[in-house]
């Protein structure tokens, strides 16, 4: 019988992994890829999720794209890494387990998909997280070199930034329903464009 791995709040941290200043103009969808990072990180407000972003080289690529609203997050914004390596499992990352032990799954967004998106994603794989890699919320320079397969193959899970958020907040008669349910409102139109432009190339789902 397959492994099933289900998102649950108290276990799950997202990762956002590079969406820097110097890409804006590099990367296929960049404007409907921040669309569905907002939206992520609106739902991480709402269901109390942890956020870890890494930087690649800030000082030459520059910092996370100002248009992601990393300031509403305050605490849940518990780290931003800056990294050298085309990966994001980095000393500083390995670390925030032991801040975090009742971590079990990753969700993962961000660029370049088929470089540090893949690797990271592989990494926390053989770390022995449970990955949820956001379809839609990861993209590369190349609209087609997206490798979803590759990750799905090697273990990890392919949701939709729609599903995943479904997931996490899994009951409606809780009290913060209401307020999860104005934003699956509120970025209705968001979630059919990015769908329309990112999910078009990606018959993995």
């Known amino acids: ?63 996370t794209i100002p248009d992601i609203d990393l300031p509403s997050l305050g605490p849940l914004l518990v780290a931003t890494v800056e990294k050298g390596l085309f990966f994001m499992m980095t000393p500083e990352v390995k670390a ?41 919320g990861v993209s590369s320079s190349n609209k087609e070199e997206i490798p979803l397969a590759r990750i799905r193959q090697s273990g990890g899970y392919i949701n939709t930034s729609e599903s995943a958020a479904f997931q996490l907040q899994r009951n409606a008669s809780v009290p913060g329903f209401k307020s999860f349910s104005n934003v699956m409102k509120e970025e209705k139109d968001h979630t059919v464009r990015t769908w329309q432009k990112l999910l078009q190339h990606r018959a993995v789902l």
């Open 1 to 63: 019988m397959p492994a099933v791995s289900k998102l649950v709040p108290d276990q799950t941290v997202f990762f956002l992994c590079d969406v820097q200043t110097r890409f804006k103009n590099l990367i296929f969808g960049i404007d409907e890829l921040v669309l569905t990072i907002n939206k992520m990180l609106k739902v991480a407000k709402v269901v109390d999720i942890p956020v870890v972003v890494t930087e690649q080289n800030p000082k030459g690529l520059g910092s």
């Open 96 to 136: 925030i387990p032991h801040e975090l032990p009742q971590i079990r799954s990753v969700v993962l967004s961000g660029i370049e998909s088929q470089v540090c998106v893949l690797q990271s994603a592989l990494d926390f794989i053989e770390a022995g997280y449970n990955v949820h890699v956001i379809a839609d």
